[in-house]
């Protein structure tokens, strides 16, 4: 029988040894909450405790001193590390703790010292062991009622199964308290069978433990590695964006160089058309002359002077517009907005006439305004343009006027130009000033776009309002006056 307890205390004790040196693993790798100071130490105490035990017969019974000081701390340390699973350990249980053993302690070693008082010391290690054992088990069912774990469900059937075993040691030995043995290892059949029982259930409540660290750790590792591979899968999306994106930019670039071409050769037709226009009818009218050999110079001077104007006029836009696409610096100046606005109105008084357009002026005595005068002078010809055409297109309407006005708030300057026309679609309102869009069956969709451009580089802009019965209103809203010193912007 002795041999036979103490081969399986050695059992027991290369068990939990294997068991920590899996943990002290587990900590090198990974110093987690799996691999804690109270988990460690429980295991390896329990097994050198199992190791004296183990040692009795070789070197008698001074091993049963550590032998129970080491057990007894191994069961505080587990009892703190499953409580630990529900919230930190505070510093006054520790002390208690601490006291309560240095009390088992000297009760324990004034047993060892007296004769034949086996019974007294399994007394005391069992009512010692059983309140903490208790503790154990209340705080892992507490601890499933948040982690559902079969794992967890196994582990506090056996820890009451433990509480239960050695409550039943300490009533069969104490039905024998004239038990005539020195210690554990040579006790006779029961006493040795309730060791066995009591140990092996020890043993197995520890290997549940760390079979559950262990899936906890697991199920962590897996978890992690799933995070790593969406991680993973998204930043290589996020690569994959990044030279779509790349090439998106490269594509925009060559697009928006493309448009800004087709946008300057659209700009050119449509401004010139105006002005070579005129310079073609004067020139007619002059060959005309010629022909029927009529001969009146003033008259050929003024057509002379049209065309010469005329083409000066396209050699202007031609300019202004390649300042505007090439992005050139724009050069300001204090311009005298009433005398701008009568040139641009004879401009286009002979059409208006000829259309039936009474053109309106409602202006104050004197308005200066710091702006570049032929890109003014080309948007304001631009919105008039529009204004006209969309009369000339409707006989429907009795008297088509269109009405210039300047609004002076402050030192901000507004022009409006109101028509009684057809107005703007509603739907298209949102797109008025976008490049390339038109109503116009022969409108290229660039003249409001291109105003919107002069204005907005003047530091300006363009609204369109809806007429409260019919027709359209744009305003062309300047910025207050600069300082003459900075007009070069």
Not at 94 to 123: D, P, Q, W
Not at 164 to 192: C, E, G, K, M, W
Request: glycine share 6%; with cysteine; aromatic share 10%.
């Amino acid at each position: 029988m002795e041999l036979m307890n103490q081969l399986l205390f050695g059992i027991f004790g290369l068990i939990l040894f294997g068991i920590f040196l899996t943990v002290q693993v587990d900590n090198q790798l990974h110093n987690s909450l799996e691999s804690s100071l109270f988990w460690r130490y429980t295991v390896l105490l329990r097994s050198i405790a199992y190791f004296f035990w183990f040692l009795v017969p070789f070197f008698g019974s001074v091993c049963l001193l550590p032998a129970n000081y080491l057990y007894i701390a191994s069961v505080v340390l587990l009892a703190l590390f499953l409580s630990s699973w529900n919230a930190p350990i505070k510093r006054s249980v520790m002390y208690i703790l601490a006291i309560g053993y240095v009390i088992f302690c000297f009760v324990f070693l004034h047993f060892f010292l007296k004769e034949n008082s086996f019974v007294a010391r399994v007394n005391t290690v069992a009512g010692t062991q059983i309140p903490l054992m208790i503790w154990e088990f209340f705080s892992i069912a507490y601890y499933l009622r948040k982690k559902r774990d079969y794992v967890v469900g196994v582990l506090i059937f056996f820890l009451a199964l433990q509480v239960t075993a050695y409550s039943f040691r300490i009533i069969t030995v104490n039905r024998s308290p004239h038990l005539n043995i020195q210690n554990i290892v040579n006790a006779d059949l029961l006493s040795s069978m309730m060791s066995w029982t009591s140990n092996g259930i020890n043993v197995i409540v520890y290997i549940l433990i760390n079979a559950y660290l262990y899936r906890r750790l697991w199920k962590k590792e897996r978890e992690s590695t799933y995070k790593y591979d969406i991680a993973s899968k998204e930043r290589t999306r996020i690569q994959e964006l990044l030279v779509e994106r790349e090439k998106l930019v490269s594509y925009l670039l060559k697009s928006n160089k493309t448009a800004s071409t087709g946008a300057l050769a659209a700009s050119l037709a449509h401004e010139l058309s105006q002005p070579l226009g005129a310079s073609l009818l004067n020139a007619q009218h002059l060959k005309s002359l010629m022909d029927r050999n009529v001969v009146k110079l003033d008259l050929e001077k003024d057509i002379v002077n049209s065309i010469e104007a005329d083409t000066r006029r396209a050699g202007q836009i031609i300019r202004s517009l390649r300042a505007l696409f090439s992005g050139d610096a724009i050069t300001l100046e204090r311009i005298d907005l009433i005398g701008l606005l009568y040139s641009i109105a004879q401009l286009v008084g002979p059409e208006c006439r000829g259309s039936n357009i009474e053109l309106l002026i409602e202006m104050p005595e004197r308005c200066y305004i710091n702006a570049n005068s032929i890109e003014i002078h080309q948007a304001i010809l631009n919105v008039l343009n529009n204004a006209i055409q969309s009369l000339k297109s409707k006989n429907n309407i009795e008297k088509k006027h269109i009405l210039i006005a300047i609004n002076l708030q402050g030192e901000q300057v507004t022009i409006n130009i109101s028509d009684n026309g057809p107005g703007v679609p509603i739907e298209r309102e949102h797109s008025l000033f976008e490049l390339l869009d038109s109503q116009k069956e022969s409108g290229m969709g660039l003249g409001l776009w291109l105003c919107k451009h002069i204005m907005t580089r003047h530091g300006g802009d363009i609204f369109y309002k809806r007429g409260s019965n019919a027709g359209a209103t744009f305003s062309l809203v300047f910025p207050p006056p600069i300082p003459v010193d900075d007009l070069r912007i």
